[in-house]
């Protein structure tokens, strides 16, 4: 199969590779907002005050899934076991390269907050963040955990990935022409640049080694394989994957 996009109509294109994403940021900014004004850290306050993610997250969740389900023909994924495999294997290694300084901070047995280096690493604490413990009701507890998965490894690596990949770097190529005639995963070094600088602003300060290291192999793969779907893959992977580790080690600050 072409890895060129099925459908020709380019605004259809950009907006079936946009929306998504943006959808699913403004959901981001809307927990802000909502976060600013709702949220009250005491033992006292019911759960959606305490963490206004817990309901964000998952009408998030839904409504971006069902975004994506609209826009579904306008994607060119190419999925085959070969690239998949490539996927899971660039997927462990990025992760285990973006979680390496939490599990060295615990390692090392370090506590407070760093600075110099380690600071600028990512060597931090990661304790505080989205825990589904908040919840006592076990299936209020699962329900959480499971949507927060979902969340990470579906949503978070379709939306990205088709944004990131699949727009992004194809308009940086040829912004000005007809960017949904260049061919996807096309090396260029100011596509390197611009998609792997954006991706690792995207995060906390905090994630930015890490950021930047998955995000070069994400590119890697990518120009190498000329396969959405390995891509997507990768990503699905990663997140999975640290969703276990958060889940094992209690870095909750991590999601």
Same mark, same amino acid.
């Given at each position: 199969?072409?890895?060129?996009?099925?459908?020709?109509?380019?605004?259809?294109?950009?907006?079936?590779?946009?929306?998504?994403?943006?959808?699913?940021?403004?959901?981001?900014?809307?927990?802000?907002?909502?976060? /600013? !004004? %709702?949220?009250?850290?005491?033992?006292?306050?019911?759960? @959606? #005050?305490?963490?206004?993610?817990? =309901? $964000?997250?998952?009408?998030?969740?839904?409504?971006?899934?069902?975004?994506?389900?609209?826009?579904?023909?306008?994607?060119?994924?190419?999925?085959?076991?070969?690239?998949?495999?490539?996927?899971?294997?660039?997927?462990?290694?990025?992760?285990?390269?973006?979680?390496?300084?939490?599990?060295?901070?615990?390692?090392?047995?370090?506590?407070?907050?760093?600075?110099?280096?380690?600071?600028?690493?990512?060597?931090?604490?990661?304790?505080?963040?989205?825990?589904?413990?908040?919840?006592?009701?076990?299936?209020?507890?699962?329900?959480?955990?499971?949507?927060?998965?979902?969340? /990470? !490894? %579906?949503?978070?690596?379709?939306?990205?990935?088709?944004? @990131? #990949?699949?727009?992004?770097?194809? =308009? $940086?190529?040829?912004?000005?022409?007809?960017?949904?005639?260049?061919?996807?995963?096309?090396?260029?070094?100011?596509?390197?640049?611009?998609?792997?600088?954006?991706?690792?602003?995207?995060?906390?300060?905090?994630?930015?080694?890490?950021?930047?290291?998955?995000?070069?192999?994400?590119?890697?793969?990518?120009?190498?394989?000329?396969?959405?779907?390995?891509?997507?893959?990768?990503?699905?992977?990663?997140?999975?994957?640290?969703?276990?580790?958060?889940?094992?080690?209690?870095?909750?600050?991590?999601?």
């Amino acid at each position: 199969m072409s890895a060129q996009p099925q459908v020709s109509d380019p605004e259809q294109l950009t907006r079936a590779h946009v929306v998504p994403f943006a959808v699913f940021m403004g959901f981001m900014i809307l927990l802000m907002l909502v976060g /600013a !004004a %709702v949220e009250w850290k005491h033992p006292d306050a019911p759960w @959606w #005050r305490q963490d206004p993610a817990q =309901f $964000v997250y998952p009408i998030q969740t839904l409504v971006v899934l069902g975004v994506l389900v609209h826009y579904r023909r306008f994607y060119t994924f190419n999925w085959s076991l070969k690239w998949a495999l490539a996927g899971i294997v660039f997927g462990a290694v990025g992760i285990g390269f973006w979680l390496l300084p939490t599990a060295l901070y615990d390692a090392w047995g370090l506590t407070g907050k760093t600075d110099g280096v380690l600071k600028m690493l990512g060597v931090a604490e990661r304790k505080e963040g989205f825990d589904p413990g908040l919840f006592e009701n076990p299936l209020a507890y699962w329900a959480a955990l499971v949507f927060r998965f979902i969340r /990470a !490894a %579906v949503v978070v690596a379709l939306v990205e990935e088709i944004f @990131w #990949r699949g727009f992004l770097m194809r =308009f $940086v190529c040829d912004w000005e022409g007809e960017y949904w005639k260049q061919p996807f995963g096309r090396a260029r070094w100011l596509s390197y640049c611009v998609v792997t600088g954006l991706f690792t602003m995207a995060h906390a300060s905090v994630d930015y080694a890490g950021a930047f290291v998955y995000g070069s192999l994400t590119y890697l793969l990518c120009v190498w394989s000329k396969n959405l779907g390995a891509c997507v893959i990768m990503h699905a992977t990663a997140n999975f994957l640290m969703g276990l580790y958060i889940m094992k080690t209690g870095n909750y600050g991590l999601w």
